[in-house]
């Protein structure tokens, strides 16, 4: 069974850090863009970051830049969105989601495997 698991959200104050761990299970990362994206409520859903499959290319939004980063362990079939300097702006449910894609896929239409989400609360 292809499965995405998130894990590692919670509650945070601002400044504070998290990071979120996206566990593949049934079928391999390798070959795989990877892809975070957030929903905060109300809001659409949105790219915040990927990798690329091959040569370690990455996207990031201007919203998280410098803040976030986004990284691989094929060998653990998983990949970690660590996140630094949290705002108040960040709170989501964050998402991975894979692409059979070369390069750095920013949108939706691109994905085929979504995980069910990791709530990400940041608060004093």
């Known amino acids: 069974q292809v499965q995405l698991v998130e894990s590692g959200g919670g509650l945070v104050q601002p400044g504070g850090s998290l990071r979120l761990s996206c566990a593949a299970s049934?079928?391999?990362?390798?070959?795989?863009?990877i892809g975070w994206f957030r929903q905060a409520p109300g809001k659409e859903r949105e790219g915040v970051l990927c990798?690329?499959?091959?040569?370690?290319?990455?996207y990031y939004a201007d919203s998280v830049k410098g803040r976030f980063t986004i990284s691989r362990d094929n060998a653990k079939n998983t990949v970690y969105l660590q996140m630094n300097s949290l705002k108040p702006e960040d709170p989501a449910v964050y998402y991975c989601?894979?692409?059979?894609?070369?390069?750095?896929?920013?949108?939706?239409?691109?994905?085929?495997?979504w995980g069910q989400g990791t709530q990400v609360t940041v608060s004093s």
């Open positions: 990798i690329s499959s091959n040569d370690g290319s990455t």
């Open positions: 049934g079928f391999t990362l390798d070959y795989y863009a």
């Open positions: 989601a894979t692409a059979r894609y070369d390069g750095v896929p920013r949108e939706e239409i691109y994905y085929d495997y």
